[in-house]
């Protein structure tokens, strides 16, 4: 699996419908003991926590789109009114990743950020670390 591949599956497990679907999206571009870190929920552990933060993330503002009415391409994905673009390129250094991204919500707020992170051996990702935009290191 290529790096673009991963994080397109990756994005693809961001508009899932369920929890159940979240998890095997996540199966296919993570390890099973993938660590997700984030500044606000601290370090989580495995499939299972990763997808339900992602569920609790994605909230209402998706949950009620239909899955037909999801548009993916390479750079983004989108749904419900829920949209999320990569905004650089997906840098990689000696099995370690980085790019940056941005959401729009169905109410046009905007939020983004960068992601660091690892492949495993097998391409997918073993670790997740996202770095919210700030003023001095702005994304959207």
């Known amino acids: 699996m290529t790096p673009e591949?991963?994080?397109?599956?990756?994005?693809?497990?961001?508009?899932a419908?369920?929890?159940?679907a979240r998890v095997e999206a996540l199966r296919k571009c993570c390890t099973?003991?993938?660590?997700?870190?984030?500044?606000?929920?601290?370090?989580?552990?495995?499939?299972?926590?990763v997808a339900k933060m992602i569920g609790d993330g994605i909230g209402e503002a998706f949950q009620s789109a239909p899955d037909a009415d999801v548009k993916g391409s390479e750079r983004g994905r989108s749904g419900g009114g829920v949209n999320v673009e990569v905004t650089t390129d997906i840098e990689v250094l000696h099995n370690f990743f980085r790019y940056s991204f941005v959401w729009t919500m169905p109410d046009g707020t905007r939020s983004g950020g960068t992601d660091f992170g690892e492949f495993?051996?097998?391409g997918r990702m073993s670790l997740i670390t996202v770095w919210p935009s700030t003023k001095g290191f702005p994304v959207t």
């Open 17 to 20: 419908p369920d929890h159940a």
């Open 120 to 122: 495993a051996d097998d």
């Open 32 to 49: 099973d003991d993938v660590v997700f870190m984030d500044p606000q929920l601290g370090r989580l552990h495995g499939l299972d926590e």
């Open 5 to 15: 591949e991963c994080l397109v599956q990756y994005g693809r497990a961001w508009f």
